[in-house]
């Protein structure tokens, strides 16, 4: 297979190359926003987890030109986007970028400060583990990984803001439910067109933040173990909750899940697009390396790995 083969099984990784976009999810919070209009009045915007980077470009277009084109946001307050994760991520315009933990207090208050001293607008987080393919394994750390970030969204999202995460569905997602609607008003679950409908993957929107009467965040507990169920149980609140389910975008949008020709319109002819933005020093770098140099059964091969590069991640060129 080429280059162009990912091309015409993801219609999504294709057009976010040709649009700009670092990752085909720029349209799930897109097809997102055009339901729920979430950037409307927002001036401070925070993206957890964000490498490579494909939302907080998203927030950097649309808040940043909002702001270009009526010189500032609603309210008179400039336009200030914080992008947060472990790893390291090339810059953006506008987008303050923070490489740390965000089951850290300093973490937190690291953004706060960025603000100014203010809270965030809207959080966003699109932030996954590496899926094992064990559903059930898959579930829990996703619904760690959540509240990790609600746990600081806590600390840095004012009292009526928004909240959007990625969730994995599962059995037991209801009690997920029951845990955001004890600080959230309105809870949707929503499904974008460029999400796979084979994919267990969806979106929460928390809407209305506004935490029980006395909660005072803290970051003793930001994950789901049995310390943190009887911190959290302390709290007054539905068991469990349905919650409405939506499929957000256009349904004349393309169908993530279908192959297409390479040659959309007729008359324009398919050029390849290499990716907007190769990864830093990503995680699986060594293991490429060794595959590509057929050394995965060596041991003494893990000594030198050259640094990232874009022909490290992507495929060789061949004629298609």
Sequence with gaps: MGRSSKDKRDIYYRLAKEEGWRARSAFKLLQL????????????????????????????????????????????????????????????????????DITKVSTAQEIIRHFEGQPADLVVCDGAPDV????????????????????????????????VAKIFRGKDVTLLYSQLKIFFSGV?????????????????????????????????NPLLDHSYDVDFNQLEGPNRVIVPFLACGDLSAFDSDRTYPLQLEAGKEYQYTPPTQPPICP??????????????????????????????????????
């Excluded at 987890?49 to 808040?63: E, N, T």
């Excluded at 060596?298 to 298609?320: G, V």
């Design 33 to 100: 926003d055009h339901e729920f209009n979430l950037f409307t009045g927002v001036s401070r915007a925070v993206d957890l987890c964000a490498a490579p980077g494909s939302w907080s470009q998203v927030l950097s277009r649309k808040l940043r030109g909002v702001e270009e084109k009526s010189e500032k946001a609603e309210g008179g307050e400039e336009v200030k986007i914080v992008a947060v994760d472990l790893q390291a991520m090339a810059p953006l315009p506008g987008v303050t970028q923070i490489q740390g």
């Design 132 to 163: 094992t393919g064990l559903h059930d394994v898959d579930e829990y750390i996703q619904a760690q990984l959540l509240l990790a970030a609600v746990n600081i969204t806590t600390h840095v999202l004012k009292p009526g803001g928004t909240f």
């Design 188 to 220: 949707t679950c929503a499904k974008p067109r460029s999400s796979r409908n084979s994919s267990i993957e969806a979106f929460v929107v928390c809407q209305n933040y506004s935490p029980p009467e006395g909660y005072v965040p803290n970051m003793s």
């Design 283 to 320: 995680p699986y770098q060594q293991a490429c390396h060794l595959r590509k140099n057929n050394l995965l059964s060596r041991e003494d091969a893990l000594s030198n790995c050259p640094s990232t590069s874009q022909d490290e991640t992507e495929p060789p060129a061949k004629s298609t």
